[in-house]
């Protein structure tokens, strides 16, 4: 029986379908993903989180019923760079840490699972390091721009500074091992994860802890990523 985990990082700007592309490529491989944006979904429901985020961001940040108001965050994070850098402070441990649990659970549960990792940062917080496999999801700037605007109210101003707070898609292509094409429609990125599911069950997979020792800990480099 195998032992350990294949860890696949999913790479792409924005609007160029990374969780999409994450869920075909779990579905083909028969495996699991790990949606950093459910876990940071639930972080921001913890009032001590909320609280330290309004520290760090220099300011209220509820709504009148006491919840986030994410709209002002989004605004004061995207407008200020050192704020940006305290908020990713707050979150990015504890994003961490719970990925590691549920890394060790799934390879406890699991051992020998593909589970593919649906990050929007997975370069600039370190977790590219813990992946045997990057995959970048290609797509033209303006359909990309059409996609994130038309599904979350953007702006093009707006979708433009999402982009530049990430790292560039040169640097996300130059990472990457495979390239999936998301252009013509679902069904054709479909078929391409099919495909590389295929090439992925030959590929070795390796402890958790031996790529990652302990969760309080970012992820040594592995000079390979």
Same mark, same amino acid.
């Given at each position: 029986?195998a032992e350990?985990?294949?860890i696949v990082?999913v790479?792409?700007?924005v609007?160029?379908?990374?969780?999409?592309?994450a869920r075909?490529?779990?579905?083909?491989?028969?495996?699991r993903?790990?949606?950093?944006?459910?876990?940071?979904? %639930?972080l921001?429901?913890?009032?001590?989180?909320?609280a330290?985020?309004?520290?760090?961001?220099?300011?209220t940040l509820?709504?009148?019923?006491?919840r986030?108001? +994410?709209?002002a965050?989004a605004a004061?994070?995207?407008a200020?760079?050192?704020?940006? +850098?305290?908020?990713?402070?707050v979150l990015?441990?504890?994003v961490?840490a719970?990925?590691?649990?549920d890394?060790?659970r799934?390879?406890r549960?699991?051992?020998?699972?593909v589970?593919?990792l /649906?990050?929007?940062?997975?370069?600039?917080g370190?977790?590219a390091e813990?992946?045997?496999?990057?995959?970048?999801?290609?797509?033209? %700037?303006d359909?990309?721009a059409?996609?994130?605007?038309?599904r979350?109210?953007?702006?093009?101003?707006?979708?433009?500074?999402r982009e530049a707070?990430q790292?560039?898609?040169?640097?996300?292509r130059?990472?990457? %091992?495979?390239?999936?094409?998301?252009?013509a429609?679902i069904?054709?990125?479909r078929?391409q994860?099919? /495909?590389?599911?295929?090439?992925?069950?030959?590929?070795?997979?390796?402890?958790?802890?031996?790529?990652w020792?302990?969760?309080e800990e970012a992820?040594?480099?592995?000079g390979?990523r």
């Open positions: 029986m350990g985990l294949l990082g790479l792409a700007g609007g160029g379908g990374k969780s999409t592309a075909l490529l779990g579905e083909a491989a028969g495996g993903v790990l949606d950093a944006d459910r876990v940071v979904a %639930d921001l429901e913890d009032p001590q989180v909320l330290e985020l309004e520290v760090a961001a220099g300011g509820r709504l009148a019923d006491g986030l108001d +994410r709209a965050l004061r994070i995207f200020h760079r050192e704020a940006r +850098r305290r908020v990713e402070a990015h441990p504890r961490r719970r990925h590691w649990a890394l060790e799934i390879e549960e699991q051992p020998g699972c589970v593919v /649906d990050v929007p940062l997975l370069l600039e370190g977790l813990i992946c045997d496999f990057l995959v970048f999801v290609a797509a033209a %700037d359909l990309r059409a996609r994130a605007c038309a979350h109210g953007w702006s093009r101003e707006e979708w433009q500074r707070a790292a560039t898609l040169a640097a996300k130059t990472r990457a %091992d495979a390239i999936l094409h998301n252009e429609g069904e054709e990125l078929a994860c099919a /495909d590389l599911a295929s090439r992925l069950r030959d590929l070795p997979t390796r402890p958790l802890r031996v790529r020792p302990a969760p992820p040594p480099s592995q390979t």
